[in-house]
């Protein structure tokens, strides 16, 4: 390389990359002002098409949101709010002695954990798109708080290294919370989970491990991305929510059911090996 040019390529504040001209010829003259405001131009223009990509993948990922929301509200409130009206009715008809109160009560309790996810999907929707580095330890660490202090029985321990950040989207952390209520809900009286973080120099891998009595099939469908009628379970909106939010980093989703629990990895790809994401920013 006999001669170069470059200008840095910026999305915002945050720096993807650096356009640049190379030749195995000499110039004989340096580069006048014209062809480094050419330069800076160009990038310009590149970093405007990139913003661009970025906005148009965001809408695409809300729109499918939106119609996922919208399938899980009319397909599973309609159900449930036809059992809740029939209970409703008998009990009118039976005021001395309410019918089949604790199937009234589960059908109620289904109901509100439904719209819990059903407004996680909304919130998750309009989350900011912009990627941002995170420390891995410190986004686990704030998700097992979060879960163990809802659920105080279960017991999660962490393997993290202690320099470990990411360039990825703030849900990120809803994955992981996620996985982590998952197991802490199912795992029985007293559950135990531990999650496991892994980096290597393409990806960040990130192990959610228990002993809880393994993943339903409509929770496996779940977590390879399948919108099926199994979507009528909260917990299926929840695990689909994972393999949502990981699908947008261009990440995969693998599980493994033992009689000893279940472990469930989320691969995170760096960029630039993530194509879904547009930038090239560097994490560690």
Known sequence: MKSYIGTPLRLGDRPVGTLCFVDERARDDPFDEAAVAFADWLASTLAS????????????????????????????????????????????????????PLQLESTLKRLIALTEKSRELRRIAEEDSTLVEQSVRAVVEESRTAVESEYPEATISTRIPEECHL?????????????????AKHGGEAPTCTVTVETAAEAVTIEVADDGPGLPEHERLALRGESGTHLSHST????????????SHDGTVQTSVTASGTRIALTIPRPPMNRQLVGTGQSQ
């Not at 299926?236 to 699908?247: E, F």
């Open 167 to 183: 360039l990825a989207f703030p849900t990120l952390k809803t994955a992981i919370q996620e996985l982590l209520e998952n197991a």
């Open 236 to 247: 299926g909106v929840g695990l689909w929510i994972v393999w949502w939010i990981v699908d």
């Open 49 to 100: 098409e990139l913003r661009l990509q970025e906005r148009e993948l965001a809408l695409e990922s809300y729109d499918r949101l939106v119609s996922i929301f919208a399938r899980i509200l009319r397909h599973n409130l309609r159900n449930d709010l036809t059992v809740v009206r029939g209970h409703v009715e008998r009990l009118i008809e039976e005021l001395d002695r309410p019918h089949d």
